[in-house]
């Protein structure tokens, strides 16, 4: 049984990271959306309108996450389907939950990119997507 209902699956904040999440809300924002040559790419994600499924006394959610770099044209440079996976049980259908990802883009020029992410919940079958404009110099 799923248990999110009619509501559209979303994203309540989005935003690149300057280092690792310490837990939901628990972040420190990059000031600006530039990046060294080498400097990883750090997002935060607050998924909403996800579907749990009760199995015995534990609520389960589970998410996949694909990917795709662009120029600001709309060019694919690369992109991985299911380049996360994120499971969550708990004995509660949290509201509040979040998402880490990042990103190696060594090797890639000096320029302006697009990061475009769709997340997956394999609960409800719904889908959600965003891009985040960034620069890398």
Do not use: C
């Amino acid at each position: 049984m799923t248990l999110a209902g009619n509501v559209p699956m979303g994203f309540r904040r989005i935003v690149f990271i300057a280092e690792p999440p310490n837990g939901y809300g628990i972040y420190r924002p990059k000031p600006e959306a530039i990046f060294r040559s080498g400097e990883p790419l750090m997002i935060y994600v607050e998924p909403i309108g996800i579907g749990w499924r009760q199995e015995g006394e534990q609520f389960q959610a589970r998410l996949t996450v694909d990917f795709e770099l662009r120029s600001p044209e709309g060019q694919i440079l690369t992109g991985q389907k299911e380049f996360g996976r994120f499971d969550f049980n708990s004995r509660e259908r949290n509201f509040e939950i979040m998402t880490h990802l990042t990103l190696n883009v060594t090797g890639a020029p000096a320029g302006d990119y697009v990061f475009g992410a769709t997340y997956h919940d394999k609960i409800t079958g719904k889908s959600a997507n965003f891009d985040l404009k960034f620069k890398i110099e």
